[in-house]
């Protein structure tokens, strides 16, 4: 997990943070220039034109997912790396209210979508 902060934080609420790799960035554009390095692509989950259904997983390669907050979404910063990078992904949705889900759930069903599209195996479960 990357997270961009001034001073290293985690959320051990999460259940198993602890077993979470984290690595800590001061600004977008170091976190962005170690990405790059590495080879990864980082795609944006926002509703924008052109952004890809994530049920399709339109995924090629390692990549890093970049979520912006409830209500104001991605930054113009952060929606130009997206666009330089990977481009974006969204949660398609129905229905006649407003296109948003919580941030949260959003990151899990895509983070989802791409853990089967490559085909990761599944951690042993706890009886």
Same mark, same amino acid.
């Given at each position: 997990?990357?997270?961009?902060s001034h001073e290293p934080r985690l959320k051990w609420a999460w259940r198993d943070a602890t077993k979470l790799p984290f690595r800590f960035f001061r600004t977008l554009g170091e976190c962005v220039a170690a990405l790059a390095t590495e080879g990864? =692509?980082?795609? /944006?989950?926002?509703? *924008? ?10 995924? !090629?390669?390692?990549? $890093? ?18 666009? =330089?990078?990977? /481009?974006?992904?969204? *949660? ?10 919580? !941030?949260?759930?959003? $990151? ?18 706890? =009886?």
């Open positions: 997990a990357l997270q961009l990864f =692509a980082i795609m /944006g989950v926002e509703i *924008v034109p052109g952004a890809a259904d994530a049920a399709s997983r339109p995924f !090629v390669t390692d990549t $890093a997912f970049l979520l912006g907050s409830e209500g104001n979404g991605l930054t113009d910063e952060e929606l130009a790396v997206c666009r =330089a990078s990977g /481009g974006f992904v969204v *949660v398609a949705q129905s229905g006649c209210g407003v296109a948003c889900l919580n !941030v949260g759930v959003a $990151a899990s069903i895509v983070m989802h979508q791409y853990a089967v599209w490559g085909q990761f195996s599944e951690t042993g479960r706890q =009886a």
